[in-house]
């Protein structure tokens, strides 16, 4: 289902949404960058005494959605192209 170029780019995608470049000089190098609301553990809401406040943050979050939490702090393995597959198992 999937074509050779897909998966020979996979773990470049998978560095940026769940990886080392996430967060951090990595992100900023491959412009990967969000708003800090969007980033797990950034608010505290139970912490926001104000309630127009809270009711804004909660909205932007919402508006914003939410970065996956990061799995791999590592650059991710790339995939075998499927002729290393074949050879590897025959």
Excluded: C, M
């Excluded at 979050?61 to 702090?73: K, S, V």
Aim: proline fraction near 3%.
């Amino acid at each position: 289902l999937e074509s050779e170029y897909v998966s020979s780019h996979l773990h470049e995608w998978i560095d940026l949404i769940f990886g080392y470049k996430q967060q951090g000089i990595e992100a900023e190098k491959a412009f990967n960058v969000f708003h800090p609301y969007t980033y797990e553990g950034n608010v505290k809401i139970d912490e926001i005494e104000d309630e127009t406040e809270r009711r804004a943050i909660l909205s932007q979050i919402d508006e914003y959605g939410q970065t996956p939490l990061q799995l791999f702090n590592e650059q991710h393995p790339s995939r075998f192209k499927q002729s290393e597959v074949l050879t590897t198992l025959f």
